[in-house]
C-alpha cells in the first residue's frame, strides 16, 4: 500500500521540485540583473562586421537576413488558426507569433538605420514575443491559465514597463537600462535549463521546446562571433545574419509542431468517435437480437 502511494507521489512530488526550481532560477536571474548594475547600450553596440550594400540597402545583408522569419510567422498564424476553437493556448501563441512579426521588422528597420532608438524599437517586441514564449511554455506544462488572456497582458504589460524603464533612466542616468527586457528575453532559456522540458506539455513535446531552445542558444552563440564567422565564409554571411536564419529555424519549428500535434489530435478524436460509432452500432445489434430471438414473441 505505502510503494503504491510513494509511486503516485514521486511524480507530483518532481513536478512540484521542477517548478519551485524553475522560479528559482527566474529569480535568481532578476537578483543577478540587479547586482550586476544598469546595462545600456556601447558606441561599438551598432557596429557589425558586414556592412555592405545589398539591393541599395545599407547593412543589407542584416537587413534582408530578416525577410524568412515574415513568411514563418503568418504560417505560424495560419498554423494555430486551425486549433479547435476550444484550445486554451490559441490567444498566446497566436500573440506570440504577432510579436515575433513586429521583432522582425522592427530588427529590419533597426540594421537600415542603426541608432538607440531603432535598437529599442527592435528590442520591445523581441522580449515580447519571449514573454509569449515564456507564457505558452508555463499554460503548456503549469497551469493553463498562464496562456489565458490576463496572463498576456500582464506579459505585455510588464514588456512595455521595461520600454518606459529605458526610457526614464535614459532621462535620469544618461544611460537606459535594458535590464527588465534582458530579462524577459532570457526567461525561456532560463525555464528550459532548470529541467521544466521535463514536464508533460500540452501542443508541444519535451524535444520540441529542447530542439527550438538549441536554435535559440545557436543564434545567440553565432552573434557573439559575428566577426569570425564573416571572415571564415570569406565574407559571404556574418555571424549576425546567420543568428536571425537560426531564429527562423526556431520559430519554424515551433509552427510546424503546432499544426503537427493539432492533426494528431484531430486524427485522434475522429478515431475516438469512429469507435464510439462502431461499438454503439454493435450494442444496438446485440440489443435487437436479444430482445426478442422469436418474430412469435415479438408479435
Known sequence: MSSSVDADASP??????????????????AAGLLAWGPVGLVPHMHLFADSRQVFGTPNGGLVWSHLPLLPIG?????????L???????????TFFV???????????????????????DQ?????????????????????????????????????????????????????????????????????????WTLR????SRQDWMRS?????????IDWADAPIYEVTNHAISGHAMRHLALAACVGWVAYRLGERNKAAQAE?????????EEAALATQAANATSFPDKRLAS
Open 12 to 29: 507530483v512530488l518532481t513536478r512540484r521540485a521542477t517548478v519551485a526550481l524553475m522560479f528559482a532560477v527566474a529569480l535568481a536571474g
Open 74 to 82: 503568418v504560417w505560424g498564424l495560419w498554423r494555430v488558426s486551425a
Open 84 to 94: 479547435p476553437e476550444a484550445e486554451p493556448l490559441r490567444n498566446v501563441w497566436r
Open 99 to 121: 510579436c515575433q512579426m513586429l521583432a522582425t521588422l522592427g530588427g529590419m528597420a533597426y540594421h537600415w538605420q542603426p541608432s538607440d532608438l531603432m535598437f529599442i524599437c
Open 124 to 196: 520591445l517586441p523581441r522580449s515580447a514575443a519571449c514573454a509569449m514564449f515564456a507564457a505558452a511554455f508555463l499554460a503548456e506544462r503549469i497551469d493553463r491559465r498562464f496562456g489565458g488572456d490576463t496572463a498576456i497582458v500582464v506579459a505585455l504589460v510588464a514588456t512595455a514597463l521595461g520600454g518606459l524603464w529605458w526610457a526614464g533612466t535614459l532621462q535620469a542616468w544618461g544611460l537606459g537600462d535594458l535590464r527588465p527586457l534582458m530579462w524577459l528575453e532570457f526567461s525561456p532559456i532560463a525555464m528550459v535549463a532548470a529541467g521544466g
Open 201 to 204: 506539455g500540452h501542443l508541444l
Open 213 to 221: 531552445q538549441l536554435s535559440f542558444v545557436v543564434a545567440q552563440t
Open 269 to 277: 478524436r475522429e478515431a475516438r468517435d469512429q469507435r464510439w460509432l
